[in-house]
């Protein structure tokens, strides 16, 4: 075997697989906070990457570029888009079932729309850099997979960051991880949902643009990106960003040295055949999900809903007299999160003596988490 082309063929699968990556992660978060399988995502970055296809060829605006027009505006659709057909579905009795047969006559009516609109010709993003390439040594990487691996990186880490250093990021995973306990801690879940469902479709339009930047595409080719993102998904595991980039660059790899040595008939085949093997020993997919179950709690929260004042005994007996206390599981796995009434959020860590980390909002004081032994963690205000 040419050692130049297995490095070849590896790196093209990289720049693939970040953008199934990208692709993949607002699949998994809706799938996972929102209960929702939402078979149109794939055809909705298929629309972003026509929005970005319409404004190089009329405006001559780079993909990139376009990407800050396509991707805020895709937002701004899905936000309409769940006010009308995706909330009233999460109150159905099978959710999942619902949403999946109202997605697929979203996605069906999608495709039938760009068909009208852009005619099911194939189209190819030609940006000026379409024809140049970046040559090092014996390897050869065309500027627009470059581009598109560059944008894929760029979303799935502004991505990983929204969750993991912002208020309403760390609230989708509370959500995600407990979602009766955040609504009772004053967690708003179909504001949550919408911005959940709104941010899904937006990163789906920018890896629409990663993929028009890699292959051509035309209106039904979200079928086949729609088995992909199950793909990826299942190995990675629902709800998990880390994990979903990972299964995308490991599925990205497969497929890539899979097109370099064998005939293209037998590439789903390999790559199938792999997961089937791969979910016989990881059911649970390469990182195991954190969503809490009650059977995995190690312990019980205790929230104390009134001021402590000495002489005030937790819960009953004298002075307690006003006093609710609310049992909740407490997770053995360090860094889950918990939520405070009042919008407070607080990230716990340990098990045998917990943690909090409290988060100050608007600057003003808030009450102060206090942790102590027996898994248990009580509230109070100071």
Request: glycine share 10%; aromatic share 10%; hydrophobic share 50%.
């Amino acid at each position: 075997m040419d050692p130049v082309l297995i490095i070849q063929s590896l790196i093209s699968g990289i720049m693939m697989g970040m953008v199934y990556a990208l692709l993949s992660v607002g699949f998994s978060l809706t799938w996972g906070v929102m209960h929702v399988i939402h078979i149109s995502h794939a055809a909705f970055g298929l629309l972003g990457a026509y929005l970005s296809y319409s404004l190089l060829q009329y405006f001559g605006v780079d993909p990139v570029v376009s990407a800050a027009v396509s991707v805020p505006l895709l937002f701004l659709v899905a936000c309409g888009v769940y006010q009308l057909l995706i909330r009233p579905i999460t109150r159905a009795k099978e959710v999942i079932v619902a949403s999946m047969i109202l997605t697929l006559s979203l996605a069906i009516i999608l495709e039938n729309v760009m068909v009208l609109i852009w005619k099911a010709d194939p189209r190819v993003l030609t940006p000026t850099y379409a024809s140049g390439a970046l040559i090092l040594g014996p390897f050869y990487f065309q500027y627009p997979h470059l581009v598109g691996f560059a944008l894929s990186l760029a979303g799935i880490t502004a991505i990983y960051l929204f969750l993991k250093k912002t208020y309403t990021g760390m609230a989708v995973r509370a959500a995600w991880q407990q979602p009766e306990a955040a609504q009772l801690y004053g967690v708003n879940l179909y504001r949550i949902s919408m911005i959940t469902f709104a941010l899904a479709v937006s990163t789906a339009g920018a890896g629409g643009i990663g993929l028009a930047l890699l292959n051509s595409f035309e209106p039904h080719s979200h079928n086949l990106c729609l088995i992909y993102l199950f793909l990826v998904v299942i190995v990675g595991g629902v709800g998990n960003v880390i994990g979903t980039a990972l299964a995308g660059l490991i599925i990205g790899v497969i497929t890539g040295l899979s097109m370099a040595f064998l005939p293209y008939q037998w590439v789903n085949l390999v790559t199938f055949g792999l997961l089937m093997i791969f979910l016989i020993f990881r059911p649970h997919g390469l990182l195991r999900n954190r969503r809490l179950r009650h059977s995995e709690s190690g312990g019980n929260l205790r929230i104390d809903t009134t001021p402590d004042h000495p002489g005030h005994a937790p819960g009953r007996g004298p002075g307690g007299a006003g006093r609710t206390d609310r049992r909740l599981p407490v997770p053995e796995n360090p860094g889950a999160l918990l939520l405070r009434r009042d919008n407070l959020l607080c990230l716990c860590r340990g098990t045998d003596r917990e943690e909090c980390r409290v988060f100050r909002r608007g600057g003003r004081n808030i009450p102060e988490v206090h942790g102590h032994s027996g898994k248990t963690l009580q509230f109070h205000h100071v």
